[in-house]
Antibody
Framework: QLVESGGGLVQPGGSLRLSCAAS????????MSWVRQAPGKGLEWVAI????????YYVDSVTGRFSISRDNAKNSVYLQMNNVRAEDTALYYC?????????????WGLGTMVTVSS | SYVLIQAPSVSVAPGKTAMITCGGK??????VHWYQQRPGQAPVLVIN???DRPSGIPERFSGSKSENTATLSISRVEAGDEADYYC??????????FGGGTKLTVL
């Protein structure tokens, strides 16, 4: 199970930290990722972290503004969002990205909504 | 960056077979995954690594791939299959990429 939290209304240029609590699987054995979906739009991959946090990748549009991290002791993954923009408004999903580098997103949370507006 | 192309919509009559395609340069060299997203719900993995069905996914769902196109086939389509379907791959740059999605309408 994956449960996201931390979403809400934030002003342009502001910051927000999303959290995802995992349970029911060996969290430290899997890549973990964030995927977002703007209202009425398709899925967009945002960021991913390797099992030990040694590798992290981001979609170009958030590079330098967002940071993904994980705490395997707490079975949690985070997304620090800085300098947010209106186009970051979306439902943010946490996803189990599998054990292998090219694995699928095996499980998803229900998402947490982020709205960027003044 | 790598791009995956999906038709925006596909329509099919109940009981028929729906074919949803995903085009990408040399997609035959990549592992393709497919997701179903019903309205108001989170996505669900329906095909893993080109052709594998996760536990709980009906046998009516199958995947195939050629050099530049991957296809999700849904046989004996039911009203409950009406949803958005997304293909996804891992790019060698480390990025994960989604197609734009295809809305399946059951007539």
């Amino acid at each position: 199970q994956l449960v996201e939290s931390g979403g809400g209304l934030v002003q342009p240029g502001g910051s927000l930290r999303l959290s995802c609590a995992a349970s029911g699987f060996s969290f430290g054995a899997y890549w973990m990722s964030w995927v977002r979906q703007a209202p009425g739009k398709g899925l967009e991959w945002v960021a991913i972290t390797k099992q030990d946090g040694s590798e992290k990748y981001y979609v170009d549009s958030v590079t330098g503004r967002f940071s993904i991290s994980r705490d395997n002791a707490k079975n949690s993954v985070y997304l620090q969002m800085n300098n947010v923009r209106a186009e970051d408004t979306a439902l943010y999903y946490c996803a189990n990205a599998g054990a292998l580098r090219d694995d699928a997103f095996h499980a998803w949370g229900l998402g947490t909504m982020v709205t960027v507006s003044s | 960056s790598y791009v995956l192309i999906q038709a925006p919509s596909v329509s099919v009559a109940p009981g028929k077979t729906a074919m949803i395609t995903c085009g990408g340069k040399n997609i035959g060299d990549k592992s393709v995954h497919w997701y179903q997203q019903r309205p108001g719900q989170a996505p669900v993995l329906v095909i893993n690594h080109d052709t594998d069905r996760p536990s709980g996914i009906p046998e009516r769902f199958s995947g195939s791939k050629s050099e530049n196109t991957a296809t999700l086939s849904i046989s004996r389509v039911e009203a409950g299959d009406e949803a958005d379907y997304y293909c996804q791959v891992w790019d060698s740059s480390g990025d994960r990429v989604f197609g734009g999605g295809t809305k399946l309408t059951v007539l």
